[in-house]
């Protein structure tokens, strides 16, 4: 049975940073694809970073890059999340995923196993 647990969240000031993990256990972070998504009521699940080892496939939202860096450590079976000049805006419920490489669009639907969420909250 796949699970993934993140951790890492919590609050800071804008410009501040934090970093989320994500630990895989029944999977390998390198297999397929692992991303990070972050959802709001308003927004619903946005995808904010995937990497796709097998394929060397890293994608971004216009929204994060060039602020947060997704890697991974395959010797510990992480992910994490680098999250840098971290906005109001990225205030959200975050989530880790594994799924499978869609070379089109990086959508929710590709990914099966998600995790519980960690909340990222960044005041003004």
């Known amino acids: 049975r796949v699970q993934l647990v993140e951790s890492g969240g919590g609050s800071v000031q804008a410009g501040g940073s934090l970093r989320l993990s994500c630990a895989a256990s029944?999977?390998?972070?390198?297999?397929?694809?692992m991303s990070w998504f972050r959802q709001t009521p308003e927004t619903g699940r946005e995808g904010i970073a995937r990497i796709c080892t097998g394929v060397g496939d890293t994608t971004y939202a216009d929204s994060v890059k060039g602020r947060f860096t997704i890697y991974q450590d395959s010797a510990k079976n992480m992910m994490y999340l680098q999250m840098n000049d971290l906005k109001p805006e990225d205030t959200d419920m975050y989530y880790c995923?594994?799924?499978?490489?869609?070379?089109?669009?990086?959508?929710?639907?590709?990914?099966?196993?998600w995790g519980q969420g960690s909340q990222v909250t960044v005041s003004s």
């Open positions: 029944g999977a390998t972070v390198s297999t397929g694809c």
């Open positions: 995923a594994a799924g499978y490489y869609n070379h089109v669009v990086f959508r929710p639907t590709d990914f099966v196993y």
